[in-house]
């Protein structure tokens, strides 16, 4: 039989959910596909399949089963990864509910610290490394054959949309950037969204601060931002916001 007591089980139990809810706040309060509940259930998951592997008393169970989570988390994961286009979706997600995972695996295992340190980790490159990579993003190309394909996403209201349209296919024709579609998506509400597709050699921010600079001064500008193609929009692809939502 186990050694594994009622109460013992219900503390790893409590520490994965609770570390896995931690990890999921940070997601949550940034409005991600997997949020507070879904990180707290995968790390729920996770360590009670561990825990029921401890309670049989087999010494090469744990170890088996927690195998067996990360391929099965894995195959949850694929399921939030989506291609948009150019773009791939999800994949911060997806590693975010591995990360969650792993922290119930050590929280059923019983090293109760190191699951609170591993989703304290988690946090911590959430929060400190998203504002070091947009750094990276934006600094200074010394290699100016680049080319670059960024979205410019500019959200309207519709009665302004013929004007703003016209006016975006002006000034990318003008300037540096080759326009190479538009997307037009009209919303539930009286708003439009235009989604141009360009491409340009260099640096994006440079080339595109006198469209945002130009745009952002119409009437019925309700959100205005660019952001690479091939980023995941999910997490960086807003780096090039020009103007905070007026809704």
Not at 37 to 42: D, K, P, Q
Not at 82 to 107: E, F, I, K, P
């Amino acid at each position: 039989m186990s050694n594994l007591s009622t109460l013992d089980f219900a503390l790893r139990l409590a520490t994965g959910v609770g570390c896995g809810a931690l990890i999921g706040v940070e997601r949550q309060w940034r409005a991600r596909m997997a949020g507070l509940r879904t990180n707290a259930l995968v790390a729920a998951g996770a360590t009670l399949f561990v825990l029921y592997s401890e309670a049989m008393a087999d010494p090469t169970s744990p170890t088996r089963v927690a195998s067996y989570v990360v391929s099965g988390v894995g195959f949850l994961g694929g399921g939030v990864i989506m291609r948009d286009g150019a773009s791939v979706r999800g994949l911060n997600t997806a590693a975010t509910l591995w990360c969650s995972a792993a922290v119930g695996v050590l929280a059923a295992s019983g090293r109760l610290a190191l699951a609170v340190l591993g989703a304290l980790g988690v946090l911590a490159i959430h929060v400190v490394l998203r504002p070091a990579s947009r750094l990276v993003d934006r600094a200074p190309q010394s290699n100016t054959d680049t080319v670059s394909h960024v979205t410019v996403h500019v959200r309207c209201d519709r009665s302004e949309e013929p004007h703003i349209r016209a006016l975006l296919i002006q000034l990318l024709s003008s300037t540096g950037p080759q326009l190479t579609g538009v997307n037009v998506r009209r919303g539930q509400d009286d708003s439009t969204t235009l989604e141009a597709a360009v491409t340009l050699e260099g640096p994006p921010g440079t080339a595109l601060e006198h469209l945002v600079a130009h745009l952002s001064l119409e009437p019925g500008i309700r959100d205005l931002h660019w952001h690479l193609a091939d980023e995941e929009q999910e997490d960086e692809g807003r780096s090039g916001r020009a103007l905070a939502d007026r809704t």
